[in-house]
């Protein structure tokens, strides 16, 4: 009798034992949290973004070059595209253009240019890298066939120098200047402050800078101070044979 009870005690104790184990592996398959495609650090295909007036932008990544090679060397690509931003430049031109700003700290930006896709004539998007600075202003040449876009970088939070890059909207080209000295100074380095610059033909522009010898920090300050600033006046030729 004794045996048949022990027997009978140790068969629910192993019926028991096998129903938790059941239990167990069907709690643990609920609760198993599926990657989530949003973490994923692949590139994507396309980027789609929208513009300073909600217009959206919608580029193939094989189009940007330079920001596809910055998504690729970002740890978290999903956070950087999220960053990303896009600015449609009012060009009186029929092509849309836009500046792609990444790698952003406060306004201070990688910048390309893009010229978007005409599928009606089947011309493609292209873009050029242009700068690392803060985008300031554009100014279009007489014949809308070029730009000057103008870049600002901070010095001492009270001081910007700027530099001025010029780029052939046709061929997507970045214009050089005839004068490497001029090249240096008011296209490649933030020397002087631009108080402004225009167009005087289509391959000249005109830059107006302080009337001080020396671009250092104080002259330039005590100069900034003025009522009336006196400013010079610099012609730069635009090298030829560009377009």
Same mark, same amino acid.
């Given at each position: 009798?004794?045996?048949? @009870?022990?027997?009978?005690?140790?068969?629910?104790?192993?019926?028991?034992?096998?129903?938790?184990?059941?239990?167990?592996?069907?709690?643990?398959?609920?609760?198993?949290?599926?990657?989530?495609?949003?973490?994923?650090?692949?590139?994507?295909?396309?980027?789609?973004?929208?513009?300073?007036?909600?217009? #959206?932008?919608?580029?193939?990544?094989?189009?940007?070059?330079?920001?596809?090679?910055?998504?690729?060397?970002?740890?978290?690509?999903?956070?950087?595209?999220?960053?990303?931003?896009?600015?449609?430049?009012?060009?009186?031109?029929?092509?849309?253009?836009?500046?792609?700003?990444?790698?952003?700290?406060?306004?201070?930006?990688?910048?390309?240019?893009?010229?978007?896709?005409?599928?009606?004539?089947? @011309?493609?998007?292209?873009?050029?890298?242009?700068?690392?600075?803060?985008?300031?202003?554009?100014?279009?040449?007489?014949?809308?066939?070029?730009?000057?876009?103008?870049?600002?970088?901070?010095?001492?939070?009270?001081?910007?120098?700027?530099?001025?890059?010029?780029?052939?909207?046709?061929?997507?080209?970045?214009? #050089?200047?005839?004068?490497?000295?001029?090249?240096?100074?008011?296209?490649?380095?933030?020397?002087?402050?631009?108080?402004?610059?225009?167009?005087?033909?289509?391959?000249?522009?005109?830059?107006?800078?302080?009337?001080?010898?020396?671009?250092?920090?104080?002259?330039?300050?005590?100069?900034?101070?003025?009522?009336?600033?006196?400013?010079?006046?610099?012609?730069?030729?635009?090298?030829?044979?560009?377009?």
């Amino acid at each position: 009798m004794y045996r048949k @009870s022990f027997t009978a005690l140790f068969t629910v104790i192993l019926t028991v034992a096998a129903l938790a184990a059941i239990v167990v592996v069907i709690i643990s398959k609920s609760s198993a949290v599926p990657p989530s495609p949003a973490n994923s650090n692949t590139l994507p295909s396309a980027l789609d973004l929208v513009d300073q007036d909600g217009n #959206p932008v919608h580029l193939e990544l094989s189009s940007l070059p330079l920001y596809e090679q910055y998504l690729e060397s970002s740890r978290d690509i999903p956070a950087e595209i999220a960053r990303t931003q896009a600015e449609t430049l009012p060009l009186s031109r029929p092509e849309r253009f836009l500046l792609l700003k990444y790698n952003c700290g406060n306004k201070h930006c990688d910048t390309n240019l893009v010229r978007m896709a005409e599928p009606e004539s089947g @011309s493609p998007t292209i873009s050029i890298g242009l700068a690392g600075g803060i985008y300031q202003d554009f100014q279009l040449s007489p014949d809308g066939n070029s730009v000057l876009l103008r870049f600002a970088y901070n010095e001492g939070g009270t001081l910007l120098r700027h530099i001025l890059i010029a780029a052939e909207l046709r061929k997507m080209e970045l214009l #050089p200047a005839a004068s490497a000295t001029l090249a240096d100074t008011y296209m490649h380095t933030p020397n002087w402050p631009i108080v402004s610059y225009r167009w005087i033909s289509n391959q000249q522009f005109r830059v107006e800078r302080p009337d001080l010898d020396s671009a250092e920090y104080q002259a330039v300050q005590q100069w900034s101070s003025l009522d009336h600033p006196p400013v010079r006046a610099i012609d730069i030729l635009l090298k030829t044979g560009t377009r």
